[in-house]
């Protein structure tokens, strides 16, 4: 692993840290922030996610379309929703999910762009 680079000399710049002191957010945001971030890092719930990116489906759908078992879709998807991160919808005796918004979209395709540059 490669070291960072540092500067030659220790040199506080305070103007750029008042704007820095200014624009951060407080600890619970980052706090939650974070506990977003982990929700991405598991490949089961990333495969869910690009499953709804194309289409709303039911557990049933998602097991099959992922190879994996009800439960254990049942169990990632509501991780998910408790992050508001999918949205359900009943019908009938159905319960479909999709994704809750147009920024876990934008989060996914984001994330896709920058791990292919």
């Known amino acids: 692993m490669s070291k960072a680079e540092c500067c030659e000399t220790n040199e506080i710049h305070e103007e750029l840290l008042a704007i820095v002191r200014d624009k951060m957010p ?10 977003l ?3 991405f890092g598991d490949s089961s719930r990333i495969r869910i996610l690009f499953v709804l990116l194309e289409a709303e489906v039911c ?4 097991a099959a379309a992922l190879n994996m078992t009800q439960s254990a879709v049942s169990h990632q998807l509501a991780l998910l929703k408790k992050s508001k991160l999918v ?12 994704l809750a918004d147009d920024h876990v ?6 994330g896709m762009e920058h791990i292919l540059e």
């Open 59 to 62: 557990v049933c759908d998602m």
């Open 87 to 98: 949205k359900t919808r009943r019908d009938g005796k159905s319960i479909f999910y999709s």
């Open 105 to 110: 979209r934008a989060i996914i395709s984001q």
């Open 37 to 39: 971030f982990k929700i």
């Open 26 to 35: 407080g600890e619970e945001e980052l706090f939650d922030l974070a506990e």
